[in-house]
């Protein structure tokens, strides 16, 4: 089973920025789209940006020029740059990555989420 764990989370004013990073381990085949969700307080699950195996991005309109999201291959990371931040970009935010535990099986899994927080 792969396991995700997101670190970077935090209390940051309006404006300010934070990194945050996710680590995905275990007996992985291969790993496909990672990507960055996030839930607010009474909002639905939102797609903030995601990216490709092979490095094509794509941003919630939301978030578009002020968020970035790379991936390290290697390491099997995923990074998402956030600049910028406004107060409505407060929400836990969740890492999901698609991935093979052997040919022929898909799966997604999901980090346990990490807080972000903006103050005025």
């Known amino acids: 089973q792969v396991q995700l764990v997101e670190s970077g989370g935090g209390l940051v004013q309006a404006g300010g920025s934070l990194r945050l990073s996710c680590a995905a381990s275990?007996?992985?085949?291969?790993?496909?789209?990672m990507g960055w969700y996030r839930q607010a307080p009474g909002k639905q699950r939102e797609l903030v940006a995601a990216i490709t195996k092979g490095g094509s991005t794509t941003y919630a309109d939301s978030v578009e020029g002020r968020f970035t999201i790379s991936r390290d291959n290697a390491k099997n990371t995923v990074s998402l740059q956030m600049d910028s931040l406004k107060p409505e970009d407060a929400a836990v935010y969740y890492c999901k990555a698609q991935w093979w535990p052997y040919v022929g099986k898909t799966l997604d899994a999901w980090g346990q989420g990490t807080l972000v927080t903006v103050s005025s």
């Open positions: 275990g007996r992985i085949f291969s790993i496909g789209n």
